[in-house]
């Protein structure tokens, strides 16, 4: 069975400071790895997708990583601001718009 | 630009009651997709479809119905509601499905008492 586990499942940091998202993942076939963040009460938003080739991809203060031997990506936020206050959430394609596999989601919360 | 809009935002059912969740895009896609997202657990995929016309099941589809007649809406159909069809309902839609990222509509908030 497809599965994709994230951890921690929350987070409080101090504003500011940077932190690390992890997800694991047992996919196959696998075609894609995504980060989304979704704000408290609205639908989730696209941060990154990576493909088997890519090992890092930033977005801004959000960089992505992909190790795809060990089937494992994580997702380091810099210099954290209350703005990122939201969770994030790790999602595998293997290839078919049917076949997306959701996680749980890291909550994370910024404070002063 | 909108993007993709739901309506409602909340809605209270009685159980046995029927509804139909709106869900519309401007962006053209031809993707269109119907999630619930339960405390605790990861999106579920309820219907999807890959063009005017073309609806299939997802993981989840009992108790649920779809129609996509045009390529800008695609509502989902609750009939006979039931307590565990309590939930949050995200439609989503893309360009196509391979690499190519999922743009969600703020979800409508679904209570059956």
């Known amino acids: 069975k497809n599965q994709v586990e994230q951890s921690p499942q929350s987070l409080i940091i101090l504003e500011g400071k940077n932190c690390t998202l992890q997800?694991?993942?047992?996919?196959?076939?696998?075609?894609?790895l995504r980060w989304y963040k979704q704000d408290t009460g609205r639908g989730p938003v696209s941060l990154t997708i990576?493909?088997?080739?890519?090992n890092t991809k930033s977005n801004g203060r959000y960089t992505a990583t992909l190790d795809a031997d060990t089937k494992q990506s994580s997702l380091h936020i810099t210099a954290s601001q209350l703005s990122d206050s939201a969770s994030y959430i790790c999602?595998?394609?293997?290839?078919?718009?049917?076949?997306?596999?959701f996680g749980t989601g890291t909550r994370l919360q910024v404070t002063l | 630009n909108a993007g993709v809009t739901q309506t409602p935002k909340f809605r209270i059912l009685k159980i046995g009651q029927s509804m139909t969740l709106q869900c519309t895009q401007d962006?053209?896609?031809?993707?269109m997709y119907w999630y619930r997202q339960d405390p605790g657990m990861g999106l579920k995929l309820i219907y999807y479809?890959?063009?005017?016309?073309?609806?299939d099941k997802g993981e989840v589809p009992n108790g649920y119905n779809v129609s996509r007649s045009t390529t800008e809406d695609f509502p989902l159909r609750l009939e006979l509601a039931a307590p565990s069809q309590t939930s949050v309902y995200f439609c989503?839609?893309?360009?196509?499905?391979?690499?190519?990222?999922?743009?969600f509509g703020d979800g409508t908030r679904l209570s059956i008492l």
């Open positions: 989503a839609s893309s360009r196509g499905y391979s690499n190519q990222p999922q743009h």
């Open positions: 997800c694991n993942y047992t996919v196959s076939p696998f075609s894609n």
């Open positions: 990576m493909t088997f080739s890519e």
């Open positions: 999602v595998v394609s293997a290839g078919t718009a049917s076949k997306l596999t």
């Open positions: 962006m053209n896609h031809n993707y």
């Open positions: 479809s890959v063009g005017a016309g073309i609806t």
